[in-house]
């Protein structure tokens, strides 16, 4: 998934971009009233790419991270759910569920837990990384803020 931003902050190795609407945006039926407008995302920058606050970039998020976080935020806290309340229910013979379902939500709890320490320990290697710097930007596509005739605020040609 790609997506164009502005940067909005540079420190080093990251920078912070900015993102309005997408270009999938405009054929959604929310039309932007999802937490998909405006928001800002911390991306690492390659080696040898020469980016500025207030460049136009796009920026690429690796293919292998919604299919982690689907496991680590889903499956691990669910599974461990089940764990949790088979084993209760298996092994302590009572009659009501409670015991059982107070363990299961501990289990997705703890797999909750799980899930923010090893996001936390690989979130360099998931972070998303700005891709390229656009030098010709259409004019539909620059943040509402930058279009002043053709020029945006950095004095950049603009394609309109």
Known sequence: MN????????????VLVSFN???????CDAQGSCSARDRSVRARVPDGLSIAQGDYVEVSVPAGTRWSALLWLLVVPLGLFALGYSLVAVFAHTASEGPAALAGLGGFALGLGIAVLATRAGRMAKMPMVCSR?????????????????????????TP
């Open 134 to 158: 656009i030098y010709d930007i259409p004019a539909d596509e620059l943040p509402v803020s930058c279009r002043q005739g053709n020029e945006d605020t950095s004095g950049r040609s603009v």
């Open 21 to 27: 609407l997408g270009h999938s945006c405009f054929g």
């Open 3 to 14: 997506e164009r931003g502005v940067v909005i902050e540079h420190d080093g190795a990251t």
